[in-house]
């Protein structure tokens, strides 16, 4: 009984009763392998999630009806609502951008997050510049660098249209360097 | 040249190369041959297969367990919010809840099967009193995975199921109140109420099943099987079999049977999950899952006084009974036609629990009020399981937006603060920047009659840093500090 468990190897004329276990053995060893891997694969395709679907997200914001920008006068300040997927939850916040033209007129939206250090840039109407309050770097109207500490320009964002709407991807700048960098 | 080179006959034959070097390392083949060659007193039969069906569904449990556990949340706020995520987004999440929800179904039916061919064979008899009540602690840690289980999606269903089963628990005297809280961590349910179901479900039980299950099969190997009932429990007697090949292929058509049955019921009939668990619902009536429905039933029974007996003496008695079972029971008789008390016992105990909960069931529909309620409340299951996705919005988002609701000085504050620029260097919302330090939080630290101070007259630091003196009409003032104030 102790030897009989010794299944493969022996290579008997006569189908012995280890050949037919170790035979059957093979069989079962194939088949469970079969089931086993039908199994996982629901489980692989839920751990692979991930990499099947988006799971984070920065939705475009709408900024206004493009019309709404046609006779641009100066750059226009607009709140913006985030909304920013992650998995399960969702982040809405509020972002202040403007909408301004470049210098063929097309139009532009601007962060309004100073590349120098971050702070928020206001709109000087006297002066017809971005002034930043903090160390006074200075913006042209389309958001390019005029003069101050800031390495580059206002950062301008990505945008889109859709059914007449201006849409913006909010995004946000490595501050102190003069190539604009996405973080995150 | 000289044959006495060659091995002599006695020993096994040698294997080679990859499998002797794996056996050298690790016994694999020894290891196989104790679990293949069990022998199993007058052969292999389809009465002995719900054991390792058992296993089975325990370790599939333990898989999709594991797996869920990737995107669940056990808190209050996030939980019912996951578990949609699983059934809605993942990509064949529904399929795994399913197969983990009525896995447990699985568990207890097969645990039923497996209980009841072990008592009607008499296979606790002839030494296996250890084995048997290690069996029976696997019973009731089942019922307790599945208790805990259950509320974890945190919807209508598992709340208020799980409010009832705690509150039943409350019925035993003197402590019961105490137990109860320590479950619910609390007077109510709640976040740790979660938290503890969780830890219990996902750390303590199973860390006590996979110790008692190790202990359960070792006892098992120990004691031998039991074989047929004409087999003698204490010294066996009759032409073994070993357990490979016939009892292993009887074994495996019952885990290919539930394969394909789980399957097929979580492809098609996909577990649902209900709306959010809502406690300010008085309407909703609770209704525990299946398996519980015949306790359910039996404690609507008792109350006030008597609840003692119904609650505490006669499921005491009962379990008692069936944990004494090997010690009281020392005959040698397997045959369940010569042990008559113990047969009527069973049909008793099992009739019983039927009709418990076939009396639960006839009573909710034939009650219109709560027919209807039912209804209700599958239908609004049904509804909820129809919509898509929806993220939860995180809490950081909703707090910017509630200050413009809560509070109309706070938020005309707010524009104050973003028409004069403040959020230029403190950052929008006041989060901070480089510039100058972020305002949230402010309140905690200064009252509001010093922050009032600071604005007229700041300090010497904040002066260098480039805040100037804040020089506005009174009520724009008091609005701005309305503000800050309110930045938590």
């Known amino acids: ?184 | 040249m000289h044959s006495n080179k060659s091995a002599p006959d006695a020993a096994p034959p040698a294997r080679t190369g990859f499998r002797a070097w794996l056996n050298h390392r690790t016994g694999l083949d020894d290891l196989l041959r104790i679990t293949l060659d069990e022998p199993i007193p007058g052969g292999a039969r389809f009465a002995y297969i719900f054991g390792s069906g058992l296993l089975f569904i325990f370790i599939s449990q333990v898989i999709t367990g594991i797996f869920l556990a990737l995107y669940y949340v056990p808190s209050a706020d996030h939980a019912h919010t996951t578990v949609a995520y699983i059934t809605k987004a993942v990509t064949a999440g529904s399929f795994l809840r399913s197969l983990h929800a009525y896995g447990a179904s699985a568990m207890v039916v097969v645990l039923f099967l497996h209980l009841s061919q072990t008592y009607i064979y008499g296979s606790y008899k002839g030494r296996r009193e250890l084995l048997w009540l290690s069996g029976c602690m696997l019973f009731g840690l089942v019922l307790a995975m599945a208790f805990t289980g259950y509320l974890l999606p945190w919807d209508q269903r598992a709340y208020f199921a799980t409010a009832v089963g705690t509150n039943a628990v409350s019925e035993v005297p003197w402590i019961g109140e105490s137990i109860k809280r320590m479950m619910r961590g609390g007077t109510e349910m709640g976040t740790l109420t979660i938290s503890r179901f969780f830890v219990a479900h996902v750390f303590f039980v199973p860390a006590l099943i996979f110790a008692l299950l190790a202990s359960h099969i070792f006892l098992f190997r120990k004691a031998g099987a039991a074989g047929p009932v004409s087999e003698d429990p204490y010294h066996p007697k009759q032409k073994a079999e070993p357990f490979y090949p016939r009892q292993v292929l009887m074994d495996l058509s019952l885990t290919a049977l539930l394969i394909a049955g789980l399957g097929l019921l979580c492809f098609f009939v996909p577990m649902k999950l209900g709306p959010p668990a809502n406690p300010a619902d008085a309407q909703y009536i609770p209704r525990p899952e299946w398996y519980y429905l015949p306790i359910f039933q039996w404690l609507k029974y008792w109350h006030g006084s008597a609840a003692i007996v119904g609650v505490l003496v006669i499921p005491t008695i009962i379990v008692m009974a069936i944990l004494a079972l090997p010690f009281l029971d020392h005959s040698v008789e397997r045959r369940p036609w010569r042990r008559p008390i113990a047969m009527v016992a069973y049909a008793f105990v099992v009739l019983a629990l039927l009709g418990l909960g076939l009396r639960s069931q006839y009573l909710d529909r034939h009650d219109p009020s709560v027919a209807q309620q039912l209804a209700k409340q599958k239908n609004e299951e049904d509804e909820y399981a129809r919509k898509p996705f929806e993220p939860e919005l995180s809490a950081a988002s909703l707090a910017a937006a509630n200050v413009t609701l809560a509070d109309p000085l706070a938020a005309k504050g707010k524009t104050i603060f973003e028409a004069n620029s403040c959020n230029a260097c403190h950052g929008d919302g006041g989060v901070g920047t480089a510039a100058a330090p972020a305002l949230i939080g402010v309140s905690a630290k200064l009252s509001p009659d010093q922050v009032a101070e600071l604005f007229k007259h700041p300090t010497a630091k904040m002066t260098a840093g480039g805040m100037p003196p804040i020089d506005l009409p009174p009520d724009d003032f008091k609005a701005l500090i309305a503000y800050v104030e309110s930045l938590k």
């Open chain 1, 1 to 184: 009984m102790a030897e009989s468990a010794d299944r493969p190897g022996d290579a008997d004329a006569l189908p012995s009763l280890e050949d037919r276990r170790s035979f059957l053995g093979a069989l079962l060893g194939l088949g469970s392998v079969f089931v086993g891997g039908l199994l996982s694969v629901p489980l692989i395709r839920f751990a692979l999630f991930p990499l099947i679907r988006r799971t984070t997200e920065l939705k475009s914001s709408p900024v206004g009806e493009l019309n709404e920008f046609s006779s641009l006068a100066e750059p226009a300040l607009k709140t913006i609502q985030i909304e920013q997927v992650d998995g399960w939850r969702k982040t809405i916040s509020e972002k202040a951008v403007y909408v301004t033209k470049d210098s063929q007129g097309r139009l532009r939206v601007l962060s309004s997050i100073c590349p120098h250090l971050g702070c928020t840039v206001p709109w000087n109407k006297e002066k017809n510049e971005f002034i930043c309050p903090c160390h006074g770097a200075t913006f042209a109207p389309d958001g390019s660098r005029v003069s101050g500490p800031s390495r580059r320009g206002m950062d301008t964002l990505e945008t889109s249209v859709q059914d007449g709407q201006l849409q913006v991807r909010f995004q946000y700048f490595r501050q102190l360097v003069s190539d604009k960098e996405v973080i995150g």
